[in-house]
């Protein structure tokens, strides 16, 4: 069974920096492709970063070049390193597995979550 | 690229049937059959409903379907019930190798 556990999250201040880990099971990570997606409290789904199972990245605009994804395939685990965080990264963070269809090459779903960790940017 | 359009709320009786419709473009919705749903619970992670326009994956009720027409998506949950009131958020995979999500939709049960 398909298990992902966040942690990491919590309060920081503007301009700090914070890493999210999760912890994969049933699986292995580095044969999958993986995102973090976000949650501003109240409001929708946004896909922040994904990793593609041969090491490559995407981010959203709003995160690139402060925010990077990685993974440890001995500790079976996803990051997301986030520096310079704003008050308006404020959201429940979701790493996700995704589909990968190779018709389009591209991810076209996601299949697992896990159940988020809060991170608060805020003086 | 833009969010799917989605209507904030549905509501609907025990037993009833509601549809949740989720609009997009020919750039996303309208271009490929890769529509996907997801059933939220309040303070809960999103949880997969329907991959690929209709299927439905392992264990979801079958009270769960779902269809495309064009650049737009539906959602129908039939005999609703209780636990079925939930926020629920379409997905599309767009021409730029994207995943887009659309707005969500509160489903509320009478």
């Known amino acids: 069974e398909v298990h992902l556990v966040e942690s990491g999250g919590g309060l920081i201040q503007p301009g700090g920096n914070l890493r999210l880990s999760c912890a994969a099971s049933?699986?292995?990570?580095?044969?999958?492709?993986m995102s973090w997606v976000r949650q501003v409290p109240g409001k929708g789904l946004e896909s922040v970063a994904v990793?593609?199972?041969?090491?490559?990245?995407s981010y959203a605009d709003s995160v690139r070049g402060r925010f990077t994804i990685s993974r440890d395939d001995s500790e079976n685990t996803l990051y997301l390193q986030m520096n310079s965080l704003r008050p308006e990264d404020t959201a429940v963070y979701y790493c996700?597995?995704?589909?990968?269809?190779?018709?389009?090459?591209?991810?076209?779903?996601?299949?697992?979550w896990g159940q988020g960790t809060l991170v608060t940017v805020s003086s | 690229q833009s969010a799917l359009t989605q209507p904030a709320s549905v509501s609907g009786s025990p037993g009833q049937s509601i549809t949740i419709s989720c609009s997009g473009s020919t750039s996303d919705i309208g271009h490929y059959d890769y529509v996907s749903w997801y059933q939220q619970h309040a303070g809960k992670a999103p949880k997969l409903i329907i991959y690929n326009v209709f299927n439905r994956p392992s264990g979801i009720s079958d009270r769960f379907s779902a269809s495309k027409s064009g650049n737009s998506a539906s959602l129908t949950i039939s005999g609703l019930q209780a636990d079925d009131e939930a926020d629920y958020y379409c997905c599309s995979y767009t021409t730029l190798n994207t995943l887009v999500f659309g707005r969500g939709t509160k489903v509320t049960v009478l």
């Open positions: 996700a597995r995704n589909k990968f269809e190779t018709l389009v090459r591209g991810l076209i779903f996601y299949e697992d």
């Open positions: 049933g699986f292995s990570v580095s044969g999958q492709y």
């Open positions: 990793l593609y199972s041969g090491g490559g990245t």
